[in-house]
């Protein structure tokens, strides 16, 4: 069993999210409340107790759904898993690749918690609110989801943020450009182009002022070189150098996440289990989609931990 951890991205949040592993494990409360700490506010109060629409800021459902990883991670790591010599690779979608490179060891828990609240704040503020969009094309090939890019663009930018398998294009850009594309999908046979309620176009030209910002960012944080490699999102494919990690951290934030070519690499390289480690199953379900001989399991709870422990340490 060749095995690697992913690591959910937004959207994967939910009000009450690692409560359960606050209560069972004193690791998973150390994580929550070094976060806490770093980011200088009670962060797990609002993960715990909500309101849904404060967790849902993009500020906080990215460190928050990192803490949640990080707390499956240290708990596992406490009940005796080395990463090292258990997992081979590690892939998070989105943010998700930030949780990946601290369960890695290339940042650390606290600096990982400020650069993805700086990315949120600076994702949030790279566009003014209503003048970009996503929209999620379901059922199009992806040649056909660029020639739609192509044709909208008359009206403004587009492009495809994630490539997430299964047959799920999400395109994001200026709000009438991507409007534009949603129709001309739909035209061309698409079964559903469906616009997001998000708050920004992630993963998009106009994201280039908070590409600036994670540029800045990144160079005055300590940054060590992954135990395991990491299939970042910009190459799906698996990169071990620390500055080569941030500068594609930096090309993610207006770049696309490759996730269905992640998980057919993961396949095509004997990956076999492809753990789920954080809030919810996303991952796993697309897992599924993409390849049927990778195997995706989510582990947030404590019988999820008992279970991969048993599995892994055996």
């Given at each position: 069993?060749?095995?690697?951890?992913?690591?959910?991205?937004?959207?994967?949040?939910?009000?009450?999210?690692?409560?359960?592993?606050?209560?069972?494990?004193?690791?998973?409360?150390?994580?929550?409340?070094?976060?806490?700490?770093?980011?200088?506010?009670?962060?797990?109060?609002?993960?715990?107790?909500?309101?849904?629409?404060?967790?849902?800021?993009?500020?906080?459902?990215?460190?928050?759904?990192?803490?949640?990883?990080?707390?499956?991670?240290?708990?596992?790591?406490?009940?005796?898993?080395?990463?090292?010599?258990?997992?081979?690779?590690?892939?998070?979608?989105?943010?998700?690749?930030?949780?990946?490179?601290?369960?890695?060891?290339?940042?650390?828990?606290?600096?990982?918690?400020?650069?993805?609240?700086?990315?949120?704040?600076?994702?949030?503020?790279?566009?003014?609110?209503?003048?970009?969009?996503?929209?999620?094309?379901?059922?199009?090939?992806?040649?056909?989801?660029?020639?739609?890019?192509?044709?909208?663009?008359?009206?403004?930018?587009?492009?495809?943020?994630?490539?997430?398998?299964?047959?799920?294009?999400?395109?994001?850009?200026?709000?009438?450009?991507?409007?534009?594309?949603?129709?001309?999908?739909?035209?061309?046979?698409?079964?559903?182009?469906?616009?997001?309620?998000?708050?920004?176009?992630?993963?998009?030209?106009?994201?280039?002022?908070?590409?600036?910002?994670?540029?800045?960012?990144?160079?005055?944080?300590?940054?060590?070189?992954?135990?395991?490699?990491?299939?970042?999102?910009?190459?799906?494919?698996?990169?071990?150098?620390?500055?080569?990690?941030?500068?594609?951290?930096?090309?993610?934030?207006?770049?696309?996440?490759?996730?269905?070519?992640?998980?057919?690499?993961?396949?095509?390289?004997?990956?076999?289990?492809?753990?789920?480690?954080?809030?919810?199953?996303?991952?796993?379900?697309?897992?599924?989609?993409?390849?049927?001989?990778?195997n995706g399991i989510a582990v947030n709870t404590a019988a999820d931990i008992d279970a991969a422990v048993a599995a892994l340490m055996a």
């Amino acid at each position: 069993m060749t095995v690697a951890f992913t690591f959910p991205g937004q959207g994967s949040q939910a009000v009450g999210m690692g409560k359960e592993l606050a209560e069972n494990f004193a690791e998973a409360r150390a994580v929550f409340d070094e976060v806490d700490e770093a980011l200088g506010e009670k962060l797990s109060s609002i993960m715990f107790e909500g309101p849904e629409e404060t967790l849902t800021l993009t500020a906080n459902a990215q460190p928050a759904l990192m803490a949640v990883s990080m707390a499956v991670i240290r708990v596992l790591q406490a009940k005796g898993l080395d990463l090292k010599s258990k997992v081979s690779y590690v892939a998070g979608h989105s943010l998700g690749e930030y949780s990946a490179l601290c369960a890695a060891g290339t940042f650390s828990l606290a600096d990982t918690a400020r650069l993805l609240r700086i990315r949120g704040n600076a994702m949030q503020a790279a566009v003014p609110v209503g003048v970009g969009a996503m929209a999620a094309i379901i059922g199009l090939e992806q040649v056909d989801v660029i020639a739609v890019c192509e044709e909208a663009s008359a009206l403004g930018s587009v492009q495809i943020a994630n490539d997430n398998g299964g047959g799920q294009l999400v395109i994001s850009g200026e709000k009438a450009a991507v409007e534009k594309a949603a129709a001309l999908a739909t035209d061309k046979g698409a079964k559903r182009a469906i616009l997001l309620p998000v708050s920004a176009p992630f993963h998009s030209t106009l994201m280039a002022p908070a590409a600036d910002a994670m540029r800045e960012a990144l160079a005055g944080v300590a940054k060590s070189n992954p135990i395991v490699p990491v299939i970042a999102n910009v190459r799906a494919a698996p990169v071990s150098d620390a500055d080569e990690i941030a500068k594609l951290l930096v090309e993610q934030v207006t770049g696309q996440v490759r996730w269905r070519e992640t998980v057919e690499w993961f396949a095509a390289n004997n990956v076999t289990t492809l753990y789920e480690l954080g809030s919810g199953k996303v991952l796993t379900g697309l897992a599924r989609r993409i390849d049927k001989t990778v195997n995706g399991i989510a582990v947030n709870t404590a019988a999820d931990i008992d279970a991969a422990v048993a599995a892994l340490m055996a």
